[in-house]
């Protein structure tokens, strides 16, 4: 099975500009989450969708938005970037609740710079 | 709300000594709780998962973690370690079931020769 891909894998933007990230996640995976990764904060959540609903939100501002589609693959987007947007951006996804909960499957991570 | 502590942001062992990375949460209902670790340019990979079955949980590579709610912590532990182990462990707690993580600070493991 093939994992979770994320693209593009490294990005630089400046100030002001906007980005979207994509990720595939792991044939049959519903739910997708994002989380990002900074060496100051660690890593926090920022959302996750189910069948192209947001399910929950982290405590991020409205700046950042996602989406999923009908294929469960997602995008995020940041807009109007600020130097401390830079980070690594984490996809996960996950089987449905149950059982399998909290099983994060990750991709490799969009590491994005702002400059 | 949930939250996780990691004592030790670096933990240094010798290659065959026992590894242990400390891992203290709080939660205000039990906890599904995990050990993710990441390797360098890469994402995190679930090592082991707490949910109530079992207090003591086995995972991969040799890893296996202690339930223990009276002191609220959730250690993990590896007899000998390897070379390989050098990476960076994460421990997470998941509160009501879903899969929002809140996730520790990390613990960088380094194996020396």
């Not at chain 2, 390797?39 to 109530?52: A, M």
């Amino acid at each position: 099975k093939a994992g979770v891909t994320q693209t593009p894998r490294y990005l630089i933007k400046t100030r002001g500009q906007q980005v979207t990230l994509s990720c595939s996640p792991i044939s049959g995976h519903r739910s997708v989450s994002w989380y990002q990764q900074t060496p100051g904060q660690g890593l926090q959540f920022l959302f996750e969708y189910f069948s192209e609903t947001q399910r929950n939100k982290g405590n991020f501002p409205g700046r950042f938005s996602g989406r999923q589609f009908s294929n469960s693959r997602s995008e995020m987007n940041v807009s109007t970037l600020e130097l401390g947007d830079s980070a690594l951006y984490l996809c996960a996804s996950s089987p449905d609740r149950g059982p399998h909960t909290g099983e994060l499957f990750f991709g490799e991570g969009s590491r994005l710079t702002v400059l | 709300a949930q939250s996780v502590t990691q004592l030790g942001s670096h933990v240094s062992v010798s290659e065959g000594a026992l590894v242990l990375l400390r891992c203290n949460y709080s939660s205000s209902v039990p906890p599904y709780l995990f050990w993710y670790v990441q390797y360098p340019n890469q994402g995190l990979q679930l090592l082991l998962k707490y949910t109530s079955a079992a207090t003591l949980v086995k995972g991969i590579n040799g890893f296996e973690a202690e339930f223990k709610k009276s002191e609220t912590s959730f250690h993990l532990t590896k007899p000998s370690a390897h070379m390989s182990d050098a990476a960076e462990y994460f421990c997470a707690v998941s509160e009501g079931g879903d899969s929002r993580l809140t996730f520790g600070e990390g613990t960088q493991l380094t194996v020396n020769p």
